[in-house]
């Protein structure tokens, strides 16, 4: 292993980075990484604010701009995180465009990330400073009944909410050249060069681990993944209909290979995804505006015989989401199966023929794809570095931080599935 240190006071007192170049022991091939470590003790000093630069949205629907903030220590409970790159996901962009409630601004975005703890506060257990980390929108304590139990992944003792600050004390941790205070979102905010986030919404990986792969499970190639592979359980030989081809579709689609699905369809009224589609391991494609007087869904039941098995709507539509139910399989309690991983872009209300119900189909609504953060990213980590997880194809771009707003409109025009926000570029 080849390793180049380069160490810089002016960005924090004794932090260095160390740059290596790691054969991992079930690669391959040879993969360049980060790995991070701390040339001295960081953790017999109290920790003080840090100023850095972050990309600050003022208003909705503006392009952000490179500020210098400053960001707080962390508290009990708490992580201060060096971020190394970050990516741009469609909730950042929902959120962007939102003029109210839970709209707020001004506001530091950006929710999927790679990076290392720089700090911790106390009662931090299990971290420690130069540990590899990917921060998540979702919590788990551990400790409440939801967390302990395998039927659920959302935390009931740190509910999921997009509150515009920490969600122990909903305070903020950022403050902007003047003194005045910066919003968090989803309680990451890695649109900046450091960040503070609550113990119960961090996780440690491989240091192996590429930092732009690592970006990828901290969002949407795991909820895609995780609704096919941990909530729907997809079985090999099955047959799977994806309603969006965007990248949490598609991460679905992936999922659904690793698990041995033998038909995937993917529907988009984009022409471009039918090729794109079968590099995640799409093997039909079905566009809605060529099909003339038939439906989606009476294509979906000829082409699988009755229904597809497992369903799943990826775009946030009920139109959509009614069209997935409409193509599930009916005649057989274990079967027919739609997942909802969309959320309702009108607020608009699902309705569904109860008679279909009661012949066994269901509907399963799914947050993060079902994936509980801190036992299952490792899973798919490992599933990643042992080549049986394809993460690298999702990532079609890259910029530096300066360059964020192009980030923005690579994502608006279509052209990017994932686009890498570096740090230090």
Sequence with gaps: MQAHIYKDDAILPGFAIELSSFEHSNHTRQQPF?????????????????????AVCRAAGEPLTVEEVVVDPPKAYELRIKIVCTSLCHSDVTFWRMKDFPGVFPRIFGHEA??????VGEQVDGFAAGDSVVPTFLSQCSECADCRSSRSNVCSKYRFAVRPGMPRDDTTRFRDADGSPLHHFLGVSSFSEYTVVDVTQV?????????????????????GVGAAWKLAKVEPGSSVAIFGLGAVGLAVAEGARICGASKIIGVDLNPEKDELGKKFGVTHFINPKELGEKTVSQVIVEMTDGGADYCF??????????DAFQSSRAVCTRWGKTIILGVEMHDAPLSIPSREIL?????????????????????????????????????????ALKDINTAFDLLLQGKSLR???????
């Design 34 to 54: 980060l790995r991070y470590r701390l040339l001295s003790s960081m953790e017999d000093k109290c920790p003080e604010p840090i100023r850095c630069k972050a």
């Design 114 to 119: 790679f990076g290392v703890v720089e700090s």
């Design 203 to 223: 996780v440690k990986v491989d240091p192996a681990l590429p930092p732009p792969t690592a970006c990828l499970l901290s969002c949407g190639a795991t909820t």
């Design 313 to 322: 709507e990826c775009v946030g539509l009920a139109a959509l989401m009614s």
């Design 359 to 399: 012949h066994g189909k269901c509907v399963m609504g799914s947050l993060f794809g079902g994936v509980k953060p801190k036992q299952d990213i490792p899973i798919l980590a490992e599933k990643y570095l042992n080549k049986e997880l394809e993460l690298d194809k999702f990532i079609t771009h890259e910029v």
């Design 419 to 425: 686009c890498t926000i570096w740090m230090d570029k």
